[in-house]
T-cell receptor, first 114, second 116 residues
Framework: DSGVTQTPKHLITATGQRVTLRCSPR?????VYWYQQSLDQGLQFLIQ???????AKGNILERFSAQQFPDLHSELNLSSLELGDSALYFC?????????????FGSGTRLTVV | GENVEQHPSTLSVQEGDSAVIKCTYS??????FPWYKQELGKRPQLIID?????GEKKDQRIAVTLNKTAKHFSLHITETQPEDSAVYFC???????????????FGSGTQLTVLP
């Protein structure tokens, strides 16, 4: 157990729907990062939050949004889902605002859009 | 922004042989280079990292080398075992600049297969 908790582990939904993925960072970590991993693809950075505020944005679609709550857990909202959104979504956390010691990844949420 | 290229995309070796995976990065300000191992269906796990003030780092059968001038770094696994079979990702993080975020940029991954 890495200490980073992601729920749900699996999610199957239809095109056009909206889903919410949840992440609780490791105790003491203030930064949360979201990454998308499509089949046979690498890890694409989506967005980072630090202590409740958006810190950095990557290749995140306008249909996607995220937030980090006062208790530091984060949610990634995916709307108007398309077949191509099917992927593994990883959350990672780190202590500081920047990655001085690498990330700790959660186990991921596998999203299947049918 | 940072761009990280990783080669090869697939690598097969005989058990006991060595494996080498290479990455290049584009931003000369990058100063932190971790390597992650991802087994099938599991999360990426940090296996070793190196900072720009060091040229080489070893941890048992795993070593990483860094050439700042050429902007490339490599993962070396010696005496490979079947349990080393996984996807390996390199990553790079740019250095500290006011107002800039320093998330990791990952390479595209290398599928390593160790044949018994």
């Amino acid at each position: 157990d890495s200490g980073v908790t992601q729920t749900p582990k699996h999610l199957i939904t239809a095109t056009g729907q909206r889903v919410t993925l949840r992440c609780s960072p490791r105790s003491g970590d203030l930064s949360v990062y979201w990454y998308q991993q499509s089949l046979d693809q690498g890890l694409q950075f989506l967005i980072q939050y630090y202590n409740g505020e958006e810190r950095a944005k990557g290749n995140i679609l306008e249909r996607f949004s995220a937030q980090q709550f006062p208790d530091l857990h984060s949610e990634l909202n995916l709307s108007s889902l398309e077949l191509g959104d099917s992927a593994l979504y990883f959350c990672a956390s780190s202590v500081g605002r920047d990655t001085n010691y690498g990330y700790t990844f959660g186990s991921g949420t596998r999203l299947t859009v049918v | 922004g940072e761009n990280v290229e990783q080669h090869p995309s697939t690598l097969s070796v005989q058990e006991g042989d060595s494996a080498v995976i290479k990455c290049t990065y584009s931003d000369s300000a990058s100063n932190y280079f971790p390597w992650y191992k991802q087994e099938l269906g599991k999360r990426p796990q940090l296996i070793i990292d190196i900072r720009s003030n060091v040229g080489e780092k070893k941890d048992q059968r795993i070593a990483v080398t860094l050439n700042k001038t050429a902007k490339h770094f490599s993962l070396h696994i010696t005496e490979t075992q079947p349990e080393d079979s996984a996807v390996y990702f390199c990553a790079a993080r740019i250095g500290s600049f006011s107002g800039s975020a320093r998330q990791l940029t990952f390479g595209s991954g290398t599928q390593l297969t160790v044949l018994p």
